[in-house]
C-alpha cells in the first residue's frame, strides 16, 4: 500500500528566506507526482506536476524535484512571501497493483510567512 | 465549465439524515475522484471512476456511502444516515487517464457537518 509522509509538519519563516518542503513515499510505481497547495476553506490548486520519467519542474519561484528510485520530492520555494502561506501538499499517481489509478497524498506542510 | 464543480458548496445536516454531495468534472475527463478530507488532515481517498465504471471504492468507510457516476459524467456521493463522524470536507478531481501525462483537478469542495 501507497504511503505518503511530508516533513516538516508546519514551518514559519520570515519572508524573503529560501526554503524546502519534503515528501516521501513508499512505492515507486507511480505516474506523477503533484504539488498542491491549499488555502483554508478553499479547495486544492495544482502547483506542479513532475512525470515519473522527469527529474524537475519548475514554475515561477517555484522548483520542485523527483527522485523516484529513492521515493523523494522536494518542492523549493525561493524568496517566499506572505502570500505563500497556505497548506502544501504532495501526491502521487499509483501505477501498480491495488493501488493503480489511485492518487495518494501526504498530510500537508502548513506554511507561513511572516512579514 | 473550465473547472470542476461541485455543490452543495456546505451542507448541514442532523444526525441521521441522508445527503447527497454533486460533483460535475471537466467536460473530457473519463477518472473521477472523492476524497475526504478531515480538519487537519490531508484528503484521503474514497473511491475512484473510469468513466461510469467504479474501479476502486476501497477507501468508502462504511456501507452507509455509496458512489455512483451513471452516464461517465457527474458524479453523486450519497451518505445514508450520516453520523457525526462524518463531518469532513468532501473534495472531487476529475482526470484523463492514469498515464497519460496530465495531472488531477480539484473542485472546491463540500463542508458537510453533521449536528
Known amino acids: 500500500k501507497q504511503e505518503v509522509t511530508q516533513i516538516p509538519a508546519a514551518l514559519s519563516v520570515p519572508e524573503g528566506e529560501n526554503l524546502v518542503l519534503n515528501c516521501s513515499f513508499t512505492?515507486?510505481?507511480?505516474?506523477?507526482l503533484q504539488w498542491f497547495r491549499q488555502d483554508p476553506g478553499k479547495g486544492l490548486t495544482s502547483l506542479l506536476l513532475i512525470q515519473s520519467s522527469q527529474r524537475e519542474q519548475t514554475s515561477g519561484r517555484l522548483n520542485a524535484s523527483l527522485d523516484k528510485s529513492s521515493g523523494r520530492s522536494t518542492l523549493y520555494i525561493a524568496a517566499s512571501q506572505p502570500g505563500d502561506s497556505a497548506t502544501y501538499l504532495c501526491a502521487v499517481l499509483n501505477a501498480g497493483g491495488t493501488s493503480y489509478g489511485k492518487l495518494t497524498f501526504g498530510q500537508g506542510t502548513i506554511l507561513t510567512v511572516h512579514p | 465549465g473550465a473547472g470542476v464543480s461541485q455543490s452543495p458548496r456546505y451542507k448541514v445536516a442532523k444526525r441521521g439524515q441522508d445527503v447527497a454531495l454533486r460533483c460535475d468534472p471537466i467536460?473530457?475527463?473519463?477518472?473521477l475522484f472523492w476524497y475526504q478530507q478531515a480538519l487537519g488532515q490531508g484528503p484521503e481517498f474514497l473511491t475512484y471512476f473510469q468513466n461510469e465504471a467504479q474501479l476502486d471504492k476501497s477507501g468508502l468507510p462504511s456501507d452507509r456511502f455509496f458512489a455512483e457516476r451513471p452516464e461517465g459524467s457527474v458524479s453523486t456521493l450519497k451518505i445514508q444516515r450520516t453520523q457525526q463522524e462524518d463531518s469532513a470536507v468532501y473534495l472531487c478531481?476529475?482526470?484523463?487517464?492514469?498515464?497519460?501525462?496530465?495531472?488531477?483537478?480539484f473542485g472546491q469542495g463540500t463542508r458537510l457537518t453533521v449536528v
Open positions: 478531481a476529475s482526470s484523463f487517464p492514469p498515464g497519460q501525462g496530465f495531472g488531477a483537478f
Open positions: 467536460s473530457g475527463h473519463v477518472s
Open positions: 512505492d515507486s510505481a507511480i505516474y506523477n
